[in-house]
C-alpha cells in the first residue's frame, strides 16, 4: 500500500510543470547530476518497489526508453546509458537513474554514484 510520505521526487514533481494528471511516470532531471542529462525516471505516485501496478511498471518502462533515446540524439558523445534501479520498500519512491556515459568517459560500473559514496568501492570516492 502506498505512503503518504514526500520525498525529493514527490517534491520535484509538485514544482514541475511538466506533469499531467495522467502520467503514471515522468523523467526529471537529477538534483546532483553526477554528469550532464543525468535523469530521474519514477512513477508519477509516490509508490515503492511493491506499490507499483502493472500499468505503473509499462509507463516506467517506456519512461525510461524514451529518456535514453532523447539523451542520446543530444548528445552523439553518448556510448552507453546505465539505468540503475533504487526500490526502497520502506520509505522510498521507487526510481531510476539513467546515466549517460560518454565516449572517454570514466567508465561508472560499481561507481555510479561516486562522491556519493553509496555503493562506491573505491577509496577515493567513498
Ligand atoms: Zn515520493
Same mark, same amino acid.
Given at each position: 500500500m502506498a505512503n503518504e510520505?514526500?520525498? &525529493? %521526487?514527490?517534491?520535484? #514533481?509538485?514544482?514541475?510543470p511538466a506533469k499531467t494528471p495522467d502520467d503514471q511516470a515522468v523523467a526529471i532531471p537529477f538534483r546532483a547530476p553526477q554528469f550532464p542529462g543525468h535523469t530521474v525516471v519514477a512513477p508519477a505516485a509516490h509508490h515503492d518497489l511493491e506499490d507499483v501496478t502493472d500499468e505503473e511498471w509499462i509507463a516506467i518502462g517506456q519512461a525510461a526508453r524514451r529518456t535514453s533515446i532523447r539523451t542520446r540524439a543530444e548528445d552523439p558523445d553518448i556510448e552507453k546509458i546505465y539505468l540503475v534501479a %533504487?526500490?526502497?520498500?520502506?520509505?522510498?519512491? #521507487?526510481? &531510476?537513474?539513467v546515466l549517460p556515459k560518454r565516449k572517454n568517459g570514466t567508465p561508472l560500473g560499481p561507481f555510479v554514484f561516486g562522491e556519493l559514496g553509496w555503493i562506491s568501492s573505491d577509496p577515493k570516492l567513498s
Open positions: 510520505q514526500t520525498c &525529493f %521526487i514527490c517534491e520535484a #514533481l509538485d514544482a514541475s %533504487i526500490g526502497d520498500v520502506d520509505r522510498g519512491h #521507487l526510481h &531510476f537513474h
